[in-house]
């Protein structure tokens, strides 16, 4: 094996332990470094940073069934995410968009694994109803730094806006909301929640869904994907063939119900699963 490159350890590895019935010698590990920056439920970090969330139980589970594969996560931010890739500083993103400006680089993408949304969120006042979300443009919004918005795509794209569009960034989720419970239109009116991370925050503290008022239609819609560096140690399709007995066996949808998050609409269909 120490004449292998990594990519090539890495194949090894996969068909010895994710063929049935095939003897093998434990072979020495090989790593895989996995970029992941906060985006809730998927991915948090606890007080000393530690990953918490469905990457966190997925890595746990892979490794499970590949010991000689190791996943060591390597913190970026939203914006950031770009400028570490380029400097490989980590090769692999899981549950990511290829929309989301990664169309001029070298990768490999999976089929989808998971879909999400992002919602409009208000406070809920005496004569405001959901008509409070018509004209986005014209509100005070706040939203992740970093984060790809259809509200800001939207505004871009438009050959006439309204006007500049007033959008404050913080970088957690729980500090918007806070500003929008505490009621200051001159800072924010609307928060752009990701919709798995707010019916997580309302299941915990159920007393706020009388208190928010959330747009049934959403900003954006989205699929999730394993996003790969080309030529790097493990592509998307290594990483497909890595889930699939954990997706055979119904352990990645139990996690995925775990923390309230939804498959693809379709499933799993495109991973070709036996």
Same mark, same amino acid.
């Given at each position: 094996?120490? @004449? ?22 434990? %072979? ?15 991915? @948090?970090?606890? %007080? ?60 490999? &993408? ?13 406070? /809920? ?22 984060? /790809? ?13 309204? !006007?500049?569009?007033? &959008? ?9 909301? !806070? ?26 503290? %159920?007393?706020? !869904? ?40 119904? !352990? ?23």
């Amino acid at each position: 094996m120490a @004449d292998l490159n990594l990519r090539q350890r890495i194949l090894l590895i996969l068909a010895l332990y994710l063929s049935p019935g095939m003897s093998y010698s434990a %072979p020495p590990v090989s790593q895989i470094v996995v970029g992941a920056y906060y985006f809730p439920p998927v991915v @948090d970090f606890g %007080p000393e940073q530690q990953p918490v969330g469905l990457l966190a139980d997925l890595m746990q589970q892979l490794e499970a069934d590949a010991p000689g594969i190791h996943f060591r996560i390597f913190h970026t931010s939203p914006k950031r995410r770009y400028l570490d890739f380029d400097a490989g500083l980590y090769d692999v993103i899981f549950f990511e968009n290829p929309d989301w400006g990664w169309g001029s680089r070298e990768i490999s &993408v999976s089929p989808p694994l998971l879909r999400d949304q992002d919602v409009y969120v208000a406070l /809920r006042k005496p004569g405001r109803n959901l008509s409070f979300f018509d004209r986005i443009e014209d509100r005070k919004i706040v939203a992740l730094a970093g984060y /790809r918005y259809g509200f800001i795509d939207r505004a871009v794209d438009s050959s006439n806006p309204s !006007r500049a569009l007033s &959008v404050e960034f913080s970088d957690n989720n729980n500090r918007n909301l !806070r500003l929008i419970k505490a009621d200051r239109p001159s800072v924010a009116e609307i928060a752009v929640i990701n919709r798995s991370f707010l019916e997580q925050h309302l299941a915990r503290h %159920p007393e706020d !869904r009388d208190l928010l008022l959330v747009s049934e239609q959403p900003d954006q819609s989205y699929l999730l994907r394993i996003i790969a560096r080309k030529g790097g140690p493990a592509s998307a399709d290594d990483l497909t063939r890595m889930l699939k007995p954990v997706i055979a066996d119904g !352990r990645y949808q139990q996690m995925v119900r775990k923390w309230g998050l939804q498959l693809p609409e379709n499933g799993l269909a495109g991973l070709n699963l036996p």
